[in-house]
Nanobody, 114 residues
Framework: QVHLVESGGGVVQSGGSLRLSCAVS????????MAWYRQTPGKFRDLIAS???????NYTDAVKGRFTISRDNDKRTIYLDMRSLKPDDMATYFC????????WGRGTQVTVSS
C-alpha cells in the first residue's frame, strides 16, 4: 500500500519562501508522474505542478515562475520549492500520482501572512 507524507508547511510572510517535501513509501516512484495539489476550505483540490518520469515539469499559471517541482527517485521524495509567496497561496498542499489511485496523505498547511 502506498503512503504519502507531506511536510514543510508553515507560516511565512508574503514574499517569503518554503520548501515542501512529499515522502512516498510502499513503492518506488521512478515510473510515475508525480504532482502537487492544493486545497482551500470549501473548494476542490487543484493540481498546481506536475513532473513526469523524465523530470519535465509543468505548472498552472497561478504558480508558474514562482514554484519549482523536483523529484529524487532514490529517496522516493517529491519537492516543491515555493518563492514569492502570496496570501492566495495559502492552502493545504498535497502530493500524489495523477494517473494512479493512491490514497491521499494528510497534506501540509501553508499560511501566508500579508
Amino acid at each position: 500500500q502506498v503512503h504519502l507524507v507531506e511536510s514543510g508547511g508553515g507560516v511565512v510572510q508574503s514574499g517569503g519562501s518554503l520548501r515542501l517535501s512529499c515522502a512516498v513509501s510502499g513503492t518506488w516512484i521512478t515510473i510515475y508522474q508525480m504532482a502537487w495539489y492544493r486545497q482551500t476550505p470549501g473548494k476542490f483540490r487543484d493540481l498546481i505542478a506536475s513532473i513526469d518520469v523524465s523530470g519535465r515539469p509543468n505548472y498552472t499559471d497561478a504558480v508558474k515562475g514562482r514554484f519549482t517541482i523536483s523529484r529524487d527517485n532514490d529517496k522516493r521524495t517529491i519537492y516543491l520549492d515555493m518563492r514569492s509567496l502570496k496570501p492566495d497561496d495559502m492552502a493545504t498542499y498535497f502530493c500524489n500520482a495523477p494517473e494512479e489511485n493512491w490514497s491521499w496523505g494528510r497534506g501540509t498547511q501553508v499560511t501566508v501572512s500579508s
